[in-house]
Each structure stands twice: as C-alpha cells, then as structure tokens.
C-alpha cells in the first residue's frame, strides 16, 4: 500500500465508523496528542468514535501528502455538524452537549510517522493540542 492510499484509508475508515480496519493500519506501538495529551492506538481510536457519535456527518477529506525525508505531511479538511451528544474524548474531560454548529472545511496540518506500512505517530505541529483541540475550538466546544 503507498503512503497516500495508507493514509487516506485510515481516514476513511474512521469516519466510516470502520474502526476495526483503522485499528489495523495503527501501529501497535501508536502515539498520537488528544487535547495536549499523548495518547496510545485505543484511546485514539475510542477519541474518533465518541467524535462520530457527536457528529454523525463527520468528513475528513485528505487534501495534500507530502514528504521531506522521513517526515510526511498531510492537510485533512474536517467538516460535520455537532447535532448528537459527544462522549467524554478522554478520561476526566465532560461528554459536550449537541450544539448544532457546524464546521465547514477546517484545514488541519498533521505530520504522520509511518514504519513497515502502519501508522506510528499522528501529531499537529501547529496545534500541539492536536487535531481535536482544533475542531472543538471551531465549534466552540472547548
């Protein structure tokens, strides 16, 4: 699988609701930054459903993938409608009530790691809270 198909799929996969394929693309070892936090593959993956679960029209087009050495960059754009409850994103944190605001084409640039075709790390260089943070400050929830 290219690097471009990889990380297409594991977005698709996560809006789809297809956790269990996305699971398999993830690294065992998996790292990524939820709300400033560095999370593992299943508090990731847990992130992203309870995030489907508040807005159910969830889409996250990859836009753009390059790569400079062994840093590959992607710009996501992220649009949905928060109409249902969210669940708690992380441990500690309240579940967020619908609000029914939408988010129309929020561009997210995210630097991913990739090793022997999984998916290692997952971060936000210019939001360090992570591609979350950035969302829930769109639609005003944070």
Request: hydrophobic share 35%; net charge positive; no cysteine.
């Amino acid at each position: 699988m290219t690097i471009s198909n990889l990380i297409n799929e594991v977005f698709y996969d996560m809006q789809a609701g297809k956790f269990e394929r996305a699971n398999i693309l993830f690294a065992d070892h998996f790292r990524g930054t939820l709300l400033g936090k560095e999370v593992n593959r299943p508090m990731y993956i847990s992130a992203y459903r309870s995030l489907l679960e508040g807005i159910p029209d969830l889409k996250i087009n990859v836009q753009e993938i390059s790569t400079d050495g062994s840093v590959i960059t992607a710009k996501v754009k992220i649009s949905g409608t928060n109409t249902q409850t969210m669940p708690s994103l992380i441990r500690g944190r309240q579940e967020i009530p619908a609000t029914n605001r939408r988010v129309n084409g929020l561009i997210s640039e995210l630097e991913i790691t990739i090793k022997d075709g999984r998916i290692e790390e997952i971060r936000s260089p210019r939001n360090t809270r992570g591609l979350f943070a950035g969302l829930l400050d769109k639609l005003g929830m944070n």
